[in-house]
Nanobody, 114 residues
Framework: VQVVESGGGLVQAGGSLRLSCAAS????????MAWHRRAPGNQRDLVAN???????NYVDSVKGRFTISRDNAKNTVYLQMNSLKPEDTAIYYC?????????WGQGTQVTVSS
């Protein structure tokens, strides 16, 4: 299973970005998909997750600004990020669960300038 993120970049505070994460390989179904991030000097923390039935969960700091969604036909998960703040600057990682095994992507850098 391969997991590849895209969509990161440099944006001004208040701007928006949309991250994508596409999974490929021997996949029957993905029962869990999530976005994590690691800011400089910090550990990798959960940002949002979405289950196979569409249930979502967000860390308090992004509620109302970020939206996680998935396209099961494309084995893809998205993270729409609005009203970005400098403190959202981090490497964003996708994590998925396939047949009880977890897989990580390589990460995509998001930088928000003030």
């Amino acid at each position: 299973v391969q997991v590849v993120e895209s969509g990161g970049g440099l944006v001004q505070a208040g701007g928006s970005l949309r991250l994508s994460c596409a999974a490929s390989g021997s996949i029957l179904s993905i029962d869990y998909m999530a976005w994590h991030r690691r800011a400089p000097g910090n550990q990798r923390d959960l940002v949002a997750n979405i289950t196979s039935d569409g249930s979502t969960n967000y860390v308090d700091s992004v509620k109302g600004r970020f939206t996680i969604s998935r396209d099961n036909a494309k084995n893809t998960v998205y993270l729409q990020m609005n009203s970005l703040k400098p403190e959202d600057t981090a490497i964003y990682y996708c994590r998925i669960r396939v047949s009880s095994l977890y897989y990580w992507g390589q990460g995509t850098q998001v930088t928000v300038s003030s």
